[in-house]
């Protein structure tokens, strides 16, 4: 059964860096393009980061040099890396499978509070 | 900054029909931006409901349906009922690899 398993979400204080963790089980990390997604209270998603099947990172403007995304073969694992985080990194976060340039399937998010 | 249009909200009768659209803040939507399409429901996380413009992910009923209308990415949903109220978004791949959000439609089923 596919599934992907979220943690690391916490309260942090503006500043602070964190680390995000998706499990992923019934795929593979390796050969799968993984994005991570975030939505702030009251808000729309935003798309953060991708990791394609071969490695290649993409980073959204509003992330880029701040975020990093990352994956650990041997545990199965997607990471986003935060860092130097704001109060309007507050959100719900979410890993997704990438398939055909959709997200196919969506972990069930963790969430991030910068205060 | 690429900003990908919606329509804040939309009703529909049960048993009616409703289409949402997605736009570009400049330029038309073709299939080459490979048009997505996803329901939320409060508290939980998002459902993919269409890609490749009008490919239903599996599972997904037939009463909603993707496609190009004009200068925009459609979704239409034939046949209301009242557990597809929710809030709908749309996805636009861009060149660069990156991917946008539409501002999301909230549909009320009454």
């Known amino acids: 059964e596919v599934q992907m398993v979220q943690s690391g979400g916490s309260l942090v204080q503006p500043g602070e860096s964190l680390r995000l963790s998706c499990e992923v089980f019934g795929f593979t990390v390796r050969t799968s393009y993984m994005s991570w997604v975030r939505q702030a209270p009251g808000r729309g998603l935003e798309w953060l980061s991708g990791?394609?099947?071969?490695?290649?990172?993409y980073y959204a403007d509003s992330v880029e040099g701040r975020f990093s995304i990352s994956s650990d073969n041997s545990k199965n694992t997607l990471f986003l890396q935060m860092n130097t985080v704001q109060t309007e990194d507050t959100a719900v976060y979410y890993c997704?499978?990438?398939?055909?340039?959709?997200?196919?399937?969506w972990g069930p998010g963790t969430t991030v509070t910068v205060s | 900054q690429t900003v990908v249009t919606q329509e804040p909200s939309l009703s529909v009768s049960p048993g009616g029909t409703v289409t949402l659209t997605c736009g570009l803040s400049s330029g038309s939507v073709s299939t080459a931006y490979f048009p997505s399409w996803y329901q939320q429901t409060p508290g939980q996380a998002p459902r993919t409901v269409i890609h490749n413009t009008h490919i239903r992910s599996f599972g997904v009923p037939d009463r909603f349906s993707g496609s190009i209308l004009g200068n925009k990415a459609a979704l239409t949903l034939t046949g209301a009922q009242a557990d597809d109220e929710a809030d709908y978004y749309c996805?636009?791949?861009?060149?660069?690899?990156?991917?946008?959000f539409g501002t999301g439609t909230k549909v009320t089923v009454l």
């Open positions: 997704a499978r990438m398939f055909r340039d959709a997200f196919e399937i």
């Open positions: 990791v394609t099947d071969g490695g290649t990172t």
């Open positions: 996805v636009l791949k861009m060149g660069s690899g990156s991917y946008v």
